[in-house]
């Protein structure tokens, strides 16, 4: 017992705190109605438990921050570029590195200078600002996920998975000489934060290499993805997740990794590249637009975090106990009645809102419902995934074509909430469960063209 408990301990304390803010009933109905009835509206001083995102919102180490302390701030040739280019390089054994502000910023490089008009980008599930900047650049986002992924009950260990079939069909048909590039999300996060197997990436990396197709690595979660695959894929059993995820990179041609999850930092994200001549056309691109290819648009103190945190992301007993804590997150909710996709993943859990609260249709966005009731009565914050983000609605906001599912995302900052913080949002969530049937639909207000969730203005009907 004590053993067990110790291997999923923590492999930290905490040694800096932050406050956090409790509102009464009525003042987070009255910072709802000000917030148009949408948590990305709502300030984060008015918000109790925060997972909105795990997107740099985990907490640093005191090794981190003595790195920043010593930090290299020169234009040029910094000494901390070269700390975090040689980390990085060592992890992911890619000659060219090119650091950049954030992962978009990655894609808008790599897609922009190695994308034609015309062409297709294939993935198991591009994340929204891939799929957005696929269309920047002229190209066309297919998602061929595997056929697992639709049933979310089913425990099948690798649900990311692209589905290899489909991947080969499109790559030999009539569309097969567009296809500008296969590119592979780990872990899925537009699709339950489900992990893909080594030997899902290895077949679609030959694929693509058959038909002289470039492959990459969207490699945000590259850690979680890779302790996934040591507890889930028996040929690697007893592995280092380090030697797994590099060898994941060794696969590719090469990566964007966004940095803001599994670099264990708030700002940063890198390119990784084999081809010299594809590397000079995109350090000439980031050059203009982001920053000389020494910093990219980073300080070097977020250099310096970023080294330290890609050390402290791969260590067994940081994963295992993350791994740990969500998933007592998880068997939490679902004891209480509430089922979440299953298995669990790491980065986040997804509630079925669409099966808690039947008594509302797609057109009253169940997820966006169960999402404001979470910060209604418990300060909670998170984001919906259904027919409000996913769906196609008509000019008058009526929903043309639903989502698949209707989920909130319960996204888990890195090294931040503790199990006590965890048993008050499952506690939370159990009451909502008991009165199920009175939590209101809503309709849309007001929307913008693009980017729906972020900026639309909703209301409860009553
Ligand atoms: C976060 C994320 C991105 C974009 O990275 P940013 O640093 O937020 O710009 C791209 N792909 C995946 C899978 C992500 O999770």
Redesign the pocket.
């Known amino acids: 017992m004590a053993k067990d408990l110790a291997e999923a301990l923590p492999p930290y304390r905490t040694k800096v705190v932050e406050p956090i803010p409790f509102l009464s009933a009525q003042e987070r109905r009255r910072a709802m109605d000000d917030a148009g009835f949408n948590p990305f509206g709502l300030r984060a001083d008015q918000v109790t438990i925060d997972l909105l995102s795990d997107?740099?919102t985990g907490a640093t180490s005191a090794e981190q921050e003595a790195a920043a302390a010593r930090s290299d701030e020169s234009y040029a040739g910094a000494r901390s570029w070269f700390r975090f280019r040689d980390e990085v390089a060592d992890l992911t054994g890619y000659p060219h590195i090119l650091p950049v502000?954030?992962?978009?910023?990655?894609?808008r490089i790599v897609f922009g200078t190695l994308l034609k008009p015309g062409q297709i980008c294939v993935s198991n599930t591009?994340?929204?600002?891939?799929h957005a900047n696929v269309e920047l650049a002229g190209a066309q986002a297919v998602d061929l996920p595997c056929p697992e992924a639709l049933d979310l009950d089913e425990p099948a260990p690798f649900k990311g998975n692209i589905d290899l079939e489909r991947l080969a069909e499109v790559l030999a048909g009539p569309d097969g000489h567009r296809v500008g590039l296969v590119l592979m999300?780990?872990?899925?996060?537009?699709l339950g934060a489900q992990p893909v197997s080594m030997a899902n990436l290895r077949a679609a990396a030959e694929l693509a290499r058959r038909h002289g197709v470039p492959f990459f690595l969207?490699?945000?979660?590259f850690a979680e993805n890779a302790w996934l695959i040591t507890q889930r894929e028996p040929d690697h059993h007893g592995r280092s997740p380090r030697d797994v995820a590099t060898e994941a990179f060794g696969l590719a041609d090469g990566c964007?990794a966004?940095?803001?999850?599994d670099g264990l930092a708030s700002?940063?994200?890198f390119i990784g590249l084999r081809d010299a001549e594809l590397h000079a056309r995109c350090e000439a691109n980031l050059i203009a637009t982001e920053g000389f290819s020494t910093y990219g648009g980073l300080a070097g103190h977020d250099l310096e975090r970023l080294a330290q945190g890609l050390r402290e992301v791969v260590e067994p007993a940081y994963l295992r106990s993350r791994a740990a804590s969500t998933a007592r997150l998880a068997a939490m909710i679902n004891d209480a009645g509430v089922d979440t996709v299953q298995p669990a993943g790491i980065h986040a859990l997804y509630l079925n809102a669409g099966r808690l609260l039947p008594h509302l249709q797609p057109h009253q966005f169940p997820g966006h419902a169960l999402g404001c009731q979470l910060y209604l009565d418990g300060g909670i914050r998170c984001a919906e995934v259904g027919s409000l983000y996913l769906g196609t609605l008509d000019d008058q906001f009526r929903v043309v074509r639903p989502a698949p599912f209707e989920l909130v995302r319960l996204a888990i900052p890195r090294r931040v909430y503790t199990d006590d913080h965890f048993r008050y949002v499952a506690a939370v969530i159990s009451d909502i469960a008991k009165r199920a049937a009175e939590v209101p639909g809503y309709r849309i207000v007001s929307a913008p063209a693009i980017l729906r969730p972020f900026k639309v203005r909703m209301a409860p009907v009553e």
């Open positions: 997107s740099g502000h954030q992962g978009r910023a990655g894609e591009h994340f929204d600002t891939t999300t780990i872990t899925n996060n537009g969207d490699a945000a979660r964007i966004s940095l803001k999850k700002i940063g994200a």
